[in-house]
Nanobody, 119 residues
């Protein structure tokens, strides 16, 4: 079992920045890929950014150049630095991890953190 706990959400004006954190904990696991997803009101959950254990990243077109995903392996924590925020970035942001536990890979999800961007 892997527990993911997000933090760092809040209310911010358009054009400002926020940094989300996601701390992973558990026993005998290794993370293959970590993700940030978001879900806006009335919309489906969408992938925002991904980061593999090899360091490859991918981003949704809507956030390229503004958001950066990174990881601190010593702390088992992944970050999402969000700059130049827009009202359309509003939503609940979820951390997810594809992690191997005792030879099996599962996807784990955090509880989500609300980000609200005012115009």
């Amino acid at each position: 079992q892997v527990l993911l706990v997000e933090s760092g959400g809040g209310l911010v004006q358009a054009g400002r920045s926020l940094r989300l954190s996601c701390a992973a904990s558990g026993r005998d696991f290794s993370v293959n890929t970590m993700y940030w997803h978001r879900q806006a009101p009335g919309k489906q959950r969408e992938l925002v950014a991904g980061l593999t254990s090899g360091g490859s990243t991918n981003y949704a077109d809507s956030v390229k150049g503004r958001f950066t995903i990174s990881i601190d392996n010593a702390k088992n924590t992944v970050y999402l630095q969000m700059n130049s925020l827009k009202p359309e970035d509003t939503g609940v942001y979820y951390c997810a991890a594809d992690a191997a536990v005792r030879g099996w890979t599962y996807r784990y999800w955090g509880q989500g953190t609300q980000v609200t961007v005012s115009s």
